[in-house]
């Protein structure tokens, strides 16, 4: 899709963007945001028709592919029917959603519970949070540093980073957070073979004497309410954690009545190669909280699983939470054709398969950098790259801004034709690149992927 002076189009957008929008949404990230005007599968194309690899696809929002011509259809079907319902009103699409998720939950842990929409994640976090302080009364949370739960007021509560609240007062009810078993750089500096999981027990120490701040022994109580977590840290880097951890976490909380809060709002729907992350640490939650790519980025649709005590009508009764555009048609639509499409095809085996080719292929490319690239990692298609300053350890921040914004210039080269490359920065030292690529994308797209990493690998170290 070429325009005739790409340039001068720009500019004008750029400069009414400059006047008019607000930098709060927008990020400006990158100086001067980049325009995008199409998409198709695994590839975003600028005005000049340049494809640009997305190997983040929106941070998981677009798992199943920009356009996905199944999940497209559904929208324009829903769009031609039923596009506009208030939610006091039923359709079938809500219903046969939170009938699909919450048998598959039963079956899956065998716990019968119920299911909520909202609309964004965050909005879906706040219900979450809202449902725990219903069911507990009790208002503080332990949650993850690394963690991200969204930034709503409530969500950022719970979020760990300071920078997301610093400007916004005291959050009165602000997590306790607490170490992620992030291994690779182990808060304690310990070896995993070694540490005999020396973080949780640390976390368990808490509740060793009623002066450590969070529990009365002789109630037998805790302070907190529920513990928030997400399997595979997104924001804070892909993280994956050791199963070991959590299966111990959840038995702990278990005796001291505190829930589990599982967001999957970036990791569900088999970005990790099962439904739900958490599969991964065989581990039952009491509460999920989903979003993103249940709708594959169009029309929004976030919402919350929990166990049948937590979510009765009777102790959460009609009008809990509301939102004019929670379990919209729209969205509903679509996310009923995804789940459909998760039951007629083994994605478990497709994205296990995908992901173990990208990685193999990401190994090869910290052979070609030894030290720059400090770790590769993968679980399913949420696959990682720690970039560190020559010695596999110390985050250089700087060469991964440099790699990002040099994909985003659209000008590397593979098979005689130019492409550009769209990268996600995330983790403690903004030292990683979190990989979530379209479960669509072929052999040759992550051979392609693999080829430009490289080429702006050597471009930028260079520099
Ligand atoms: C794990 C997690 N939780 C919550 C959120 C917030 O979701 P939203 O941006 O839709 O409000 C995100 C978004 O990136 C996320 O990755």
């Not at 929002?61 to 829903?78: D, E, I, T, V």
């Not at 994640?121 to 069911?135: C, F, M, P």
């Not at 004497?209 to 997400?230: G, I, T």
Request: proline share 4%.
């Amino acid at each position: 899709m070429a325009i005739s002076n790409p340039s001068s189009k720009t500019a004008e957008l750029l400069a009414l963007e400059r006047e008019y929008c607000s930098f709060g949404d927008t990020v400006h990230y990158l100086e001067p945001p980049k325009v995008f005007v199409n998409c198709e599968g695994s590839f975003l194309y600028d005005e000049t028709g340049t494809p640009y690899l997305d190997l983040q696809m929106w941070y998981s929002a677009a798992s199943f592919g920009y356009k996905n011509p199944r999940l497209n259809a559904a929208l324009k079907r829903q769009l031609d029917r039923l596009p506009q319902l208030a939610c006091q009103y039923l359709h079938a699409e809500k219903v046969e959603v939170a009938a699909r998720i919450a048998q598959y939950c039963a079956r899956r842990f065998g716990v019968k519970g119920r299911v909520h929409f909202n609309v964004g994640g965050s909005q879906a976090i706040e219900d979450s949070l809202k449902l725990v302080r219903n069911y507990t009364g009790k208002n503080l949370m332990f949650a993850f540093m690394g963690g991200y739960h969204g930034r709503t007021l409530g969500a950022s509560a719970i979020t760990s980073s300071y920078r997301y609240r610093r400007r916004y007062g005291h959050f009165g009810d602000r997590a306790h957070f607490v170490f992620y078993p992030y291994c690779f750089r182990c808060m304690y500096g310990l070896k995993r073979d070694s540490c005999e999981l020396y973080c949780e027990k640390q976390f368990e120490k808490l509740f060793d004497s009623e002066y450590h701040s969070v529990w009365d022994p002789k109630a037998q109580s805790s302070e907190f309410a529920a513990f928030y977590f997400e399997a595979l840290q997104g924001t804070g880097g892909y993280i994956i954690p050791p199963r070991e951890y959590f299966v111990r976490l959840r038995e702990f909380c278990n005796q001291h009545n505190i829930l589990l809060v599982d967001d999957e709002i970036q990791m569900g729907f088999y970005r990790t190669g099962k439904f739900w992350a958490v599969e991964n640490l065989g581990i039952t939650p009491d509460i999920i909280v989903f979003g993103k790519a249940l709708t594959n980025g169009l029309n929004p649709l976030s919402g919350i699983w929990a166990r049948e005590e937590l979510i009765t009508p009777e102790l959460f009764p009609p009008g809990s939470t509301h939102s004019t555009f929670s379990s919209n048609t729209l969205g509903t639509a679509v996310a009923l054709e995804t789940l459909k499409m998760l039951e007629e095809e083994d994605y478990e085996k497709l994205v296990n398969e995908k992901g173990a080719y990208l990685l193999a292929g990401l190994r090869e490319l910290q052979r070609r950098h030894p030290g720059i690239i400090g770790q590769v990692d993968g679980l399913g298609m949420a696959l990682r790259i720690e970039v560190s300053k020559g010695d596999s350890v110390t985050p250089d921040r700087e060469l991964t801004d440099r790699i990002f914004a040099g994909g985003l210039k659209g000008d590397l080269e593979a098979g005689g034709r130019k492409y550009g490359l769209v990268l996600d920065v995330g983790g403690y030292y903004k030292n990683v690149f979190t990989l979530s690529p379209s479960f669509t994308i072929t052999r040759e797209e992550m051979d392609l992927g693999i080829e430009l990493l490289d080429q702006l690998f050597r471009r930028c170290r260079a520099v």
